[in-house]
Structures are given as C-alpha cells and as structure tokens.
C-alpha cells in the first residue's frame, strides 16, 4: 500500500486511512489542530512535492502558505464550520501547487467519535479546470473574492442539469461562463450551441431556433434544422434573452418545459434534449413587474441565478485580467505594460467592463512600438482625467487594520504574503504605503 501516513494516525481511524487510498479524489485526514496526519497517493501526486512530506504539518500552511488558520487570515475556512455545524462543508479555495496557484473546490467531512465530538476531519480535494489563478489565453481567469464567489456558484451548478441565469452588466463575460458551466457538466462532449437573441424579430427568432422545411417562406429553399435541435445532447446558451418578443416568449416556455417544438412551417414534432443555460444584463424581475417579460418564462429560466461582478468591483483582478488579454490579441508576442500604465488604467472604472479593457488594450498595442505599452499608448480620455478609484479599491481603517495584523502574524516574502491575500503585489504595496509600512 502507498499510503503516507504516520503514527499520528490513531488505531481506531486505520480502517479509514486504508479506505482512503482507493479514492482517486485527492485526500487527506486531518485532525482538529489543523494537522495533516495521512494522504493518499492522489493528493501526493496532484498537490506533493518531492522531498516535502505534507504529513505531520498544518494545512493552512501546505495550501495557503499561511502562518495562522484561514479564518484567522481572512479566509473562509471550511475546518472552522463543519466545527461549528458538524456536518460537510464546501467551498472553493486558492490552493497554492507545484503548478503555481489553482482553484480548488474543497469538500470536508467531520468524523464524529463515540462521545460526541469531532476527532478529525476527511478532506477531499478537486482542481477547477474551467477557470484559472494565472494568466491564460482562453476561458475564466480571475482570484478576487467577488469572481470566487461567482466561481463557487458555478462549482454548483455545473454538474446538474438545473437552469442557470447568469445576470451581470454588458462585458463581464457572460458566455465565457456558459461554456465553463458546458465544460464542467456532463454534457461537456455534446455541442454549445449559443443563440443572440439582440435585435432579433420574432419571425426570424423563431426560424432561427425552430427551424424551418423548404417552402415555409419566400426564400426557404431547402429544411434548415434550428438551434433547438442542433443542441441536442449538449447545452443551449440563450444571450440577452430579455431582448426576447412578448409574443414569443410562450413558445420558448413551452421548448424549454417540454423540449419540443415545430419547425417554421412543419406539422412534425421534434425533440430536443439540452440542458438551458440563459443569460441578461437587464433586470427582468423589473420587466416582469411591467409586463414586458413572461413571470412563467422568469421562473422557468432563474431556477439557479448567478451574478456576474462588474470589472470595477473585482479591480484586484486587473493585473490577471491585462496580462491575459494581451496574449489572446496576439499569442506570438506578448507586450509588457509599463508601472505608470498599469496605475493609470487601475484607476478607471470601466462602464464597459472586460470588452472595454479589451478595446483600450487592442489599441495599445497597435501604439506600441517597442513590446511595452506606455501611458502615451493609452487614450486620450483615459489618460487625461484622473478616473475616481472604484468603489473596491476604497479601503477602510478595518481592512488596513487587518492587513496589518496579516503582515505580523505571516512568516514569508512580501510577495508570497500578496499571493496569499489574492492580491497584485502592487495593490499590496500600496496599501502597505497607505500604513506607512
């Protein structure tokens, strides 16, 4: 057997170590001072590294790189509420790895002794594939507390074949999260199939999602199959579907309850089973109370909602979010962006969201002469007013307080201290600044 474990593993609990081996989740038993006191060979493997037995120390400090508990450093902390509720928790972390720092959903199960008490803990570990802590050229990036939750939202959903609603402001990335939602559910090897709903009628709504057969219309020379059916086996993505008709909202109730519908001119019935995954960025619980949206069609559609956050209030993404930006535009060659830059765009607010950071930056680069974008590469409105600092980035006596007592009790670099917090190293200098420090 390739268990690691030590004799800190009492008797009564080597039945569970034993099991614990065939898990192929990583795996670790902990005890209620935060020690790892055995793990099985998966969580060596996805989380180990050589010559460094994780065994015999403190979780916080194996995966955060922390000199106190989580919740004593600002983090959720998963030990401390099965703690207080003595039943499994879940939740998403940053996991420090021999790959650098990942998301990680992170299940723990309180084991109860015969007295009543905790006596130790099962934790079973998942890497998120569907989003990333460092810079990517496709899909979810991000590691602010308003992205993580929004994350851990979609942890949830993903695996079921519930109806998902993501609401947020035009260019927080609404599809990028459709897909992940696709990817990590079942139907990850079926077709996303995205339907624009924006500035559609309703005759050409309905062709375009029912289909149609030859001669329905003038100019249907031949059966077309909608996007309806085209989704069968994987996920419909329905964008902006508050832009959807009055009139042709019954229609689309009546697809997504029964899955089935008639092509534009058909007397046939089709079948076409998908899971639903719509998205908005206007308030439809408004629209509903107006009568301009459906309340059945709402409900139908909102029975997992998930908000989006704006891009001003996850600012401490900014960093993350240039640098892979700026490798989507152009994976050859890379520009750097130079301090001043990099401060200057820090400070806007951006009412467009990441469509608008990708805009400025895609006219950046094309000014960019050398491989570093400067403030002069910048525009002129950007550059020339001095933006208000958004709302995220106002910090209060409590958090300098806080950061404070973090910069005591943690025994790293300045650096590992920033990765640890979930900040750029610059924000946390400059809050060190803002203390004097």
């Known amino acids: 057997m390739s268990l690691i474990a030590t004799d800190l593993v009492p008797p009564p609990m080597s039945a569970l170590v034993s099991y614990l081996e065939h898990d192929p989740q990583p795996t670790i038993v902990l005890d209620t001072d935060y020690n790892i006191i055995a793990a099985n060979t998966a969580y060596q493997r996805q989380f180990g590294v050589a010559g460094k037995p ?74 998120v594939a569907v989003a990333s802590v460092q810079p990517q050229q496709k899909g979810l990036v991000g590691r602010s507390p308003a992205f993580n939750e929004a994350l851990g939202a979609l942890q949830r959903a993903a695996p079921a074949p519930i109806p998902v609603l993501l609401q947020g402001e035009s260019g927080t990335g609404k599809e990028l999260f459709a897909r992940a939602l696709h990817d990590g559910s079942p139907r990850a090897s079926g077709p996303l199939v995205v339907v624009d709903c924006t500035g559609l009628t309703e005759s050409l709504l309905e062709s375009e999602l029912f289909g149609y057969e030859k001669g329905a219309f003038t100019g249907a020379l031949q059966r077309k199959i909608g996007l309806a059916e085209a989704a069968h086996g994987g996920t419909l993505f329905l964008d902006e579907i508050g832009e959807v008709p009055l009139a042709m909202q019954v229609k689309l109730l009546r697809l997504i309850e029964s899955g089935s519908f008639r092509p534009v001119g058909s007397l046939r019935t ?11 960025h206007k308030p439809l619980k408004e629209m509903v109370a107006a009568g301009t949206f459906r309340q059945d069609l709402y409900y139908r559609i909102s029975a997992f909602p998930i908000r989006l956050p704006a891009l001003r209030e996850r600012s401490d993404d900014l960093p993350l979010l240039i640098d892979s930006l700026l490798r989507r535009l152009d994976p050859g060659v890379v520009p750097r962006v130079d301090p001043q830059a990099l401060a200057q765009l820090s400070l806007y607010t951006y009412p ?50 806080q950061l404070a007592h973090a910069l005591e009790v943690f025994e790293g670099s ?13 924000t946390l200098y400059r809050r060190l600044k803002a203390l004097g420090l």
């Open 352 to 401: 467009g969201n990441i469509r608008e950071l990708r805009n400025i930056l895609e006219r950046a680069r094309l000014f960019s002469d050398d491989g570093v974008i400067r403030l002069a590469d910048l525009p002129p409105e950007l550059r020339s007013t001095p933006a208000a600092a958004p709302p995220g980035r106002r910090r209060g006596n409590k958090d300098l307080e």
């Open 54 to 127: 994780h065994v015999g120390a403190k979780c916080y400090r194996v995966s955060h790189q922390f000199a106190v508990p989580c919740d004593q450093a600002g983090e959720h902390c998963p030990m401390r509420k099965a703690h207080d509720s003595r039943v499994p928790e879940r939740m998403l972390h940053i996991h420090h790895t021999p790959r650098g720092p990942e998301h990680v959903d992170v299940e723990l199960r309180p084991i109860i002794g015969q007295d009543g008490t905790v006596v130790a803990y099962v934790e079973r570990l998942s890497s």
């Open 270 to 280: 089709v079948h076409s089973d998908f899971r639903l995954v719509a998205a908005t």
């Open 414 to 426: 300045r650096s590992e201290l920033a990765r640890a917090l979930g900040l750029s190293e610059r």
